[in-house]
């Protein structure tokens, strides 16, 4: 119908609104009320076209990071008044989007029937010395072959990664190599505490015998965290 309405507004000037409306079977109260509505509707129009220029520089800004949320409190901290649903309406309407973060993948799987050891760092992440305290975790790598699962061991002194093995697997045998090369390479001290999260291959069999085979002493934290007190990305990051 608005068709209609637009072509009895273009041709008004070369025929009668009269005519126009008898041919085109419109009412002239529905036109004149369309009309009448049309100005307000251009006004909507060009104050949404220019409230999507100013979210579109923000969103340049943030290097096409913010979402609506963003969006509307950096509006909202210029002195913009804008309502929420409008920004998001206009957002969609012109396709401009943020980024979302990807769930990170936990590969924790704890063993019920595995008795975890004490937590003998709890919050403390800090070390006088090299040796005392080294902390572990498992990552996830995609390549061309495949996923490749990446054990580092962290020592809290140094900050730095001492051992580390890479396999197609996270079995206990992996968390267990990374370790032989932490203590063939740290000279960890006896009784040096080895603090990891209690996924299955931290708290299974092997791995706790190979820790008293090394006169070390087996700590955990809560499931899916390798130390409490600060993020596991740290030792990730480290790892890269």
């Not at 637009?6 to 419109?26: F, G, Q, S, W």
């Not at 012109?94 to 990170?104: C, H, L, N, Q, S």
């Not at 996923?147 to 697997?169: F, I, K, P």
């Not at 899916?224 to 480290?238: M, N, P, T, W």
Request: charged share 30%.
């Amino acid at each position: 119908m608005s068709e209609l309405y637009r072509l009895i507004h273009a041709e008004k000037a070369t025929y009668p609104i009269v005519l126009l409306c008898r041919v085109l079977k419109v009412a002239r109260s529905s036109y004149y009320a369309w009309r009448e509505g049309e100005a307000a509707r251009c006004a909507r129009q060009a104050a949404d076209d220019a409230l999507a220029q100013e979210i579109t520089v923000l969103h340049i800004a943030s290097r096409h990071t913010y979402g609506v949320p963003r969006i509307h409190a950096e509006l909202r901290r210029l002195g913009r008044r804008v309502n929420r649903k409008r920004v998001a309406r206009v957002m969609r309407e012109r396709d401009i989007r943020g980024a979302t973060r990807r769930r990170r993948r936990s590969l924790t799987r704890p063993d019920a029937k595995a008795k975890p050891a004490p937590d003998l760092i709890g919050r403390d992440s800090h070390a006088e010395r090299p040796g005392t305290k080294l902390v572990g975790d498992i990552t996830y790598l995609p390549t061309a072959e495949g996923w490749l699962y990446l054990a580092c061991w962290l020592d809290l002194a140094t900050r730095e990664v001492v051992g580390y093995a890479m396999a197609d697997h996270h079995r206990a045998e992996l968390v267990v190599d990374a370790l032989d090369m932490a203590h063939g390479r740290a000279h960890p001290e006896p009784g040096c505490v080895i603090h990891s999260d209690r996924g299955s291959e931290y708290t299974s069999t092997q791995f706790r015998h190979r820790i008293g085979e090394l006169g070390l002493r087996h700590s955990c934290g809560r499931t899916g965290s390798c130390f409490d007190c600060e993020d596991d990305r740290v030792l990730l990051r480290a790892a890269a």
